[in-house]
């Protein structure tokens, strides 16, 4: 069974940042891991996805130039730092796993919560101007 566990959310001001993390009881590095946030009363969001064997990232538009996704194989952990932070980023963020397939899918679907199978609890951030 695969375990997520986020932390790092926090109360911050606008143009502040965060580095959120993601602990998961399995070696990640057969997975595949993203980020996801929902804010109240809107869709759950993609924020981030990696590919680590291929050493690729990919962000939404919301997000990208400002925000930073990593994985620690070693420590078993996600990252995702997040800086400019602005009142549109509260939401509740949400790390979620897949067994790794093949890149070619990851690629144009990482973005889709349904793909994952695993999910954390969240962690809050809220931003106040």
């Known amino acids: 069974q695969v375990q997520l566990a986020e932390s790092g959310g926090d109360s911050v001001q606008s143009g502040g940042s965060l580095r959120l993390s993601c602990v998961v009881s399995?070696?990640?590095?057969?997975?595949?891991m993203a980020w996801f946030r929902q804010a109240p009363g809107k869709e759950r969001e993609g924020v981030a996805g990696i590919y680590v064997t291929h050493g690729v990232t990919d962000y939404a538009d919301s997000v990208k130039g400002r925000s930073v996704i990593s994985q620690d194989n070693d420590k078993k952990t996600l990252y995702l730092q997040l800086r400019n932070l602005s009142a549109e980023d509260t939401a509740m963020y949400f790390c979620?796993?897949?067994?790794?397939?093949?890149?070619?899918?990851?690629?144009?679907?990482?973005?889709?919560?349904?793909?994952?199978?695993?999910w954390g609890q969240g962690t809050q951030v809220t931003v106040s101007s």
């Open positions: 399995v070696d990640p590095y057969s997975y595949s």
């Open positions: 979620a796993a897949q067994e790794r397939g093949s890149y070619r899918d990851w690629a144009p679907s990482w973005a889709r919560g349904d793909r994952y199978a695993y």
